[in-house]
């Protein structure tokens, strides 16, 4: 059996905040699988890796042997989590929710053992409750209370509407500790006040508050904010070998750590060996960068794309197939800067309209990827090789 203090070890990995650790050792000091909840609303179809974050962090206590259970909140969902919005989410159809469920489980089981998981739908509960139900729930919180959340805070400042739908999303979230008897949440660290909604619920209904462990949120490929699809700085799970491989490599040094922490299997022993020689010099960022780019790409397509993907991305950057006097500038820090400018400024085109024309033509590629868009963002933080025509080259590096 596992002892405490190895279990805990393996658990505070990456963790941002265990509240509280005491309660959790005394858990785990009772010798008895814990049960485990992350929740996860499908309000889009497909994850990137900042999503998995959690689901990383899941497959660990499964391996400690606790009994973990993958929430899908195809009710809460429809309402929409305000957590860190600035205006009211737009409701989402159960025909909607149940299509971006499909896919939901198909790319968790990437991470997380099949055989040990259960999956639940809050609807399932949620469904049976009745008006009276619902009062007996919204009694237990005051509006005050539900309005210390500095998102909602935000938008009265500003004069922007708070719909009282949005005041039960946190505790219909924390109902759902109640039906599940859970003895751990996770979350991530935007997700704390929800989550401490679930261990005030608990007590209201004669249970024992439950363990809420956050974790931080994944930065994008950026390094700046976190990741999101929407802010062009995510890793798809369902994204092409390649262009996994590629958006990896394209992280800073420093964040190739961070990705390490919270996404790869390898343990805590030997990432703090390999960071040791990163420091005296005896281990290469890149080789490190690239071992990283090919676990994942191996976890979510297969070890033999990897090596493709691996391969691929050599021959691009090979020194051999390149001129040795490629030009190397410092990239601008936070922000991004539009790729017609960028060729421009460098005087890999005489003009932004002679840059859009060979995108247009298919000319212009960056880490090896065809540009589509003539509007295309390229981050000041990130590490780019920029390929015009054959012959003009062009490699932006972090600051």
């Not at 959790?24 to 889009?44: E, I, N, Q, S």
């Not at 998995?52 to 660990?60: A, E, F, G, I, P």
């Not at 922000?335 to 060979?358: F, Q, Y």
Request: aromatic content about 8%.
């Amino acid at each position: 059996m596992i002892s405490v203090q190895e279990q805990l070890k393996t658990i505070r990995r990456g963790a941002a905040e265990i509240i509280n650790e005491q309660d959790l050792a005394a858990l785990l000091a009772l010798g008895k699988p814990l049960r485990v909840k992350a929740g996860f609303d499908p309000t889009a179809p497909d994850l990137h890796l900042g999503h998995t974050v959690l689901l990383h962090k899941m497959k660990q206590f499964q391996e400690l042997g606790h009994d973990v259970v993958f929430l899908i909140g195809d009710f809460t969902g429809m309402i929409g989590d305000p957590t860190g919005r600035s205006e009211t989410r737009k409701n989402m159809t159960p025909r909607e929710i149940k299509e971006n469920a499909k896919t939901y489980l198909t790319q968790v089981y990437k991470v997380m053992d099949k055989n040990k998981t259960t999956v639940a739908y809050n609807s399932e509960w949620m469904n049976k409750f009745s008006p009276a139900n619902m009062i007996e729930l919204a009694a237990h919180y005051t509006v005050a209370r539900m309005l210390e959340r500095d998102d909602f805070q935000k938008r009265l400042a500003q004069n922007l509407p708070v719909s009282i739908h949005e005041l039960m999303y946190p505790l219909i979230q924390g109902y759902d500790s109640v039906a599940l008897k859970s003895d751990v949440e996770l979350g991530g660290t935007d997700q704390k006040f929800n989550l401490l909604v679930g261990r005030d619920l608990q007590r209201a209904y004669k249970q024992k508050p439950q363990v809420v462990l956050t974790m931080p949120l994944l930065e994008g490929t950026n390094g700046v904010q976190k990741m999101s699809k929407s802010l062009g700085n995510s890793i798809g799970v369902f994204d092409v070998p390649n262009e996994m491989f590629g958006k990896i490599m394209s992280i800073s040094d420093d964040l190739m750590w961070h990705y390490y922490e919270l996404l790869s299997q390898v343990s805590a022993e030997e990432l703090a060996t390999m960071k040791k020689q990163s420091a005296a010099g005896t281990l290469h960022p890149k080789n490190a960068k690239m071992n990283l780019a090919k676990e994942i790409v191996a976890r979510y397509h297969s070890p033999e794309l990897a090596e493709t993907a691996l391969t691929e991305f050599e021959n691009v950057f090979k020194k051999k197939n390149l001129p040795e006097d490629i030009p190397v500038v410092k990239g601008w820090g936070d922000g991004s800067r539009g790729i017609c400018n960028i060729l421009k400024d460098h005087k890999m085109t005489d003009s932004t309209s002679a840059a859009r024309h060979l995108i247009q033509q298919g000319s212009v590629t960056v880490n090896g990827e065809k540009v589509l868009d003539v509007n295309q963002q390229l981050f000041g933080n990130r590490e780019y090789f920029i390929k015009v025509g054959k012959k003009r080259f062009l490699k932006i590096q972090p600051q």
